[in-house]
């Protein structure tokens, strides 16, 4: 049984005018023919992904699958930030966005959310003095699995 895959709607693609002038920024790959692997995603497609996901503001793993998996997407991304080109992007997109629709700069909006921490407490708790403090002295009738990984369970007898 085969499964149609739900097409994105257009209105969340990068548009042809915008994506010509990106175009020359991106970085050019080859794809190595000893390299066993998957083949790199498409520029365009990784692209339109990362826009879906800045503007509806879903998480990278709840970004259709259509665009590449939500951790390629991200990884894509990040590499995109760490080389200064993403902040280029950015501002072209936002120069085109102005273009055809207006941002307004003058009067801008932030949507977030401030909640106290659920248990969150009172801040001037007494500290801690860690292992001075006299706590559950009791043998664990389990000893062995407390042992970290990789030390062998020693035999003895505990009193």
């Known amino acids: 049984m085969t499964r149609d895959c739900q097409r994105i709607d257009d209105k969340w693609r990068i548009p042809d005018s915008l994506w010509d002038r990106l175009d020359p920024l991106l970085p050019r790959r080859k794809r190595r023919r000893t390299h066993p692997g998957r083949k790199p995603l498409e520029w365009r497609q990784v692209l339109d992904g990362i826009f879906y996901v800045l503007r509806t503001g879903c998480q990278w793993k ?10 390629s997407l991200h990884r894509y991304f990040q590499f995109l930030v760490r080389k200064g080109i993403f902040a280029t992007i950015w501002r072209m997109a936002l120069e085109e966005y102005d ?7 003058e009067w801008q909006s932030i949507d977030g959310t401030m909640t106290k921490a659920p248990l969150g407490g009172e801040k001037n708790w007494p500290e801690s003095h860690g292992s001075s403090q006299i706590g559950d002295e009791a043998v664990v009738a389990y000893r062995w699995r407390r042992n970290p ?3 062998r369970r020693q035999r003895c007898q505990y009193a």
């Open 62 to 71: 709840a970004a259709p699958r259509e665009f590449g998996s939500g951790s």
């Open 99 to 105: 273009e055809l629709e207006g941002i307004q700069w």
């Open 149 to 151: 990984l990789g030390r």
